[in-house]
């Protein structure tokens, strides 16, 4: 299990939100709990310092994309790009920097996985530098994944055919914990049983981490098959739960064992 860090940005700036309240319509409804002064080449360029590959920068909504553009200058080919990614600008995001692009909302229309565009884009990029964000929700009988940040439920819910017939379209999956995203209120060890059980290639889980205990059950429950991304219990992004020399510590632990 490795720590995958995240720059997540609004505005053009870094921040920190619980992400089911980002609604294109009511920005009186979005709950910020961290905004930061630094640009984000400065986290790019620290979390290279610290060999930490495989990070995810995320655009959420318009006017992000000279941000993003920074983070990748910040470190060329060591971080991900998502948010809004189309087949019309994954390969331009790509030459820019972006070791992969993350999509979500362009491969399902009406609640439903595209599988033309899933195609188009595996087709355009190939496989290995795609990633799906399957990002969920909990609803009566399983988790859904939801798109159009966070707002609306697909018809796809996760399961152990969904995630080994998606595994062959892409090289990794990110999924958020929407439920408990941003929400420092601990993990949701539910949905972490259903991915440690059944993904078959490089998976990070998102959404609830709070504190130290929070990354040792992930990597508990989730037989070390699951990689872990921590935001707003950060200290480098106002949070008291962690501290980012202690999820560095901790990632290098676990890598010096899987290689041993």
Same mark, same amino acid.
């Given at each position: @299990?490795? %720590?995958?860090?995240?720059?997540?940005? *609004?505005?053009?700036?870094?921040?920190?939100?619980?992400?089911?309240?980002?609604?294109?319509?009511?920005?009186?409804?979005?709950?910020?709990? %961290?905004?930061?002064?630094?640009?984000?080449? *400065?986290?790019?360029? @620290?979390?290279?310092?610290?060999?930490?590959?495989?990070?995810?920068?995320? #655009?959420? +909504?318009?006017? &992000?994309?000279?941000?993003? @553009?920074?983070?990748?200058?910040?470190?060329?080919?060591?971080? $991900?790009?998502?948010? +809004?990614?189309?087949? !019309? &600008?994954?390969?331009?995001?790509?030459?820019?920097?972006?070791?992969?692009?993350?999509?979500?909302?362009?491969?399902? *229309?009406?609640?439903?996985?595209?599988?033309?565009?899933? *195609?188009?884009? $595996?087709?355009?990029?190939?496989?290995?530098?795609?990633?799906?964000?399957?990002?969920?929700?909990?609803?009566?009988?399983?988790?859904? =994944?939801?798109?159009?940040?966070?707002? &609306?439920?697909?018809?796809?819910?996760?399961?152990? $055919?969904?995630?080994?017939?998606?595994?062959?379209?892409?090289? /990794? %999956?990110?999924?958020?914990?929407?439920?408990? /995203?941003?929400?420092? #209120?601990? =993990?949701?060890?539910?949905?972490?049983?259903?991915?440690?059980?059944?993904?078959?290639?490089?998976?990070?889980?998102?959404?609830?981490?709070?504190? #130290?205990?929070?990354? =040792?059950?992930?990597?508990?429950?989730?037989?070390?098959?699951?990689?872990?991304?921590?935001?707003?219990?950060? !200290?480098? %992004? +106002? +949070?008291?739960?962690?501290?980012?020399? /202690? =999820?560095?510590?901790?990632?290098?632990? &676990?890598?010096?064992?899987?290689?041993?």
């Amino acid at each position: @299990m490795l %720590f995958r860090p995240c720059i997540d940005l *609004h505005d053009g700036r870094v921040k920190q939100i619980i992400g089911s309240t980002l609604q294109d319509s009511d920005s009186a409804s979005l709950q910020t709990n %961290f905004s930061s002064s630094f640009t984000p080449s *400065h986290y790019a360029r @620290m979390y290279r310092d610290d060999n930490l590959p495989g990070g995810h920068v995320i #655009m959420l +909504g318009s006017g &992000n994309e000279d941000a993003a @553009m920074d983070a990748l200058k910040g470190w060329p080919g060591g971080l $991900q790009l998502g948010g +809004g990614i189309t087949a !019309d &600008n994954a390969e331009r995001w790509l030459e820019c920097g972006a070791s992969h692009v993350i999509v979500t909302s362009h491969v399902f *229309h009406d609640g439903q996985l595209n599988a033309d565009r899933l *195609h188009c884009l $595996q087709t355009l990029i190939g496989r290995e530098r795609l990633v799906l964000d399957l990002s969920c929700r909990w609803r009566d009988d399983g988790y859904y =994944v939801v798109t159009d940040r966070w707002q &609306n439920f697909t018809d796809l819910r996760i399961s152990r $055919q969904v995630l080994r017939e998606l595994a062959d379209s892409c090289d /990794e %999956f990110l999924i958020h914990a929407v439920d408990v /995203e941003g929400k420092c #209120m601990g =993990v949701d060890e539910r949905l972490i049983d259903l991915l440690a059980d059944n993904v078959t290639i490089p998976t990070t889980y998102a959404g609830g981490v709070g504190s #130290m205990d929070d990354l =040792v059950l992930i990597r508990k429950a989730g037989k070390g098959r699951l990689d872990a991304t921590v935001g707003s219990a950060l !200290d480098i %992004f +106002g +949070g008291s739960g962690c501290t980012y020399q /202690e =999820v560095v510590a901790f990632h290098a632990r &676990n890598q010096k064992s899987a290689t041993r």
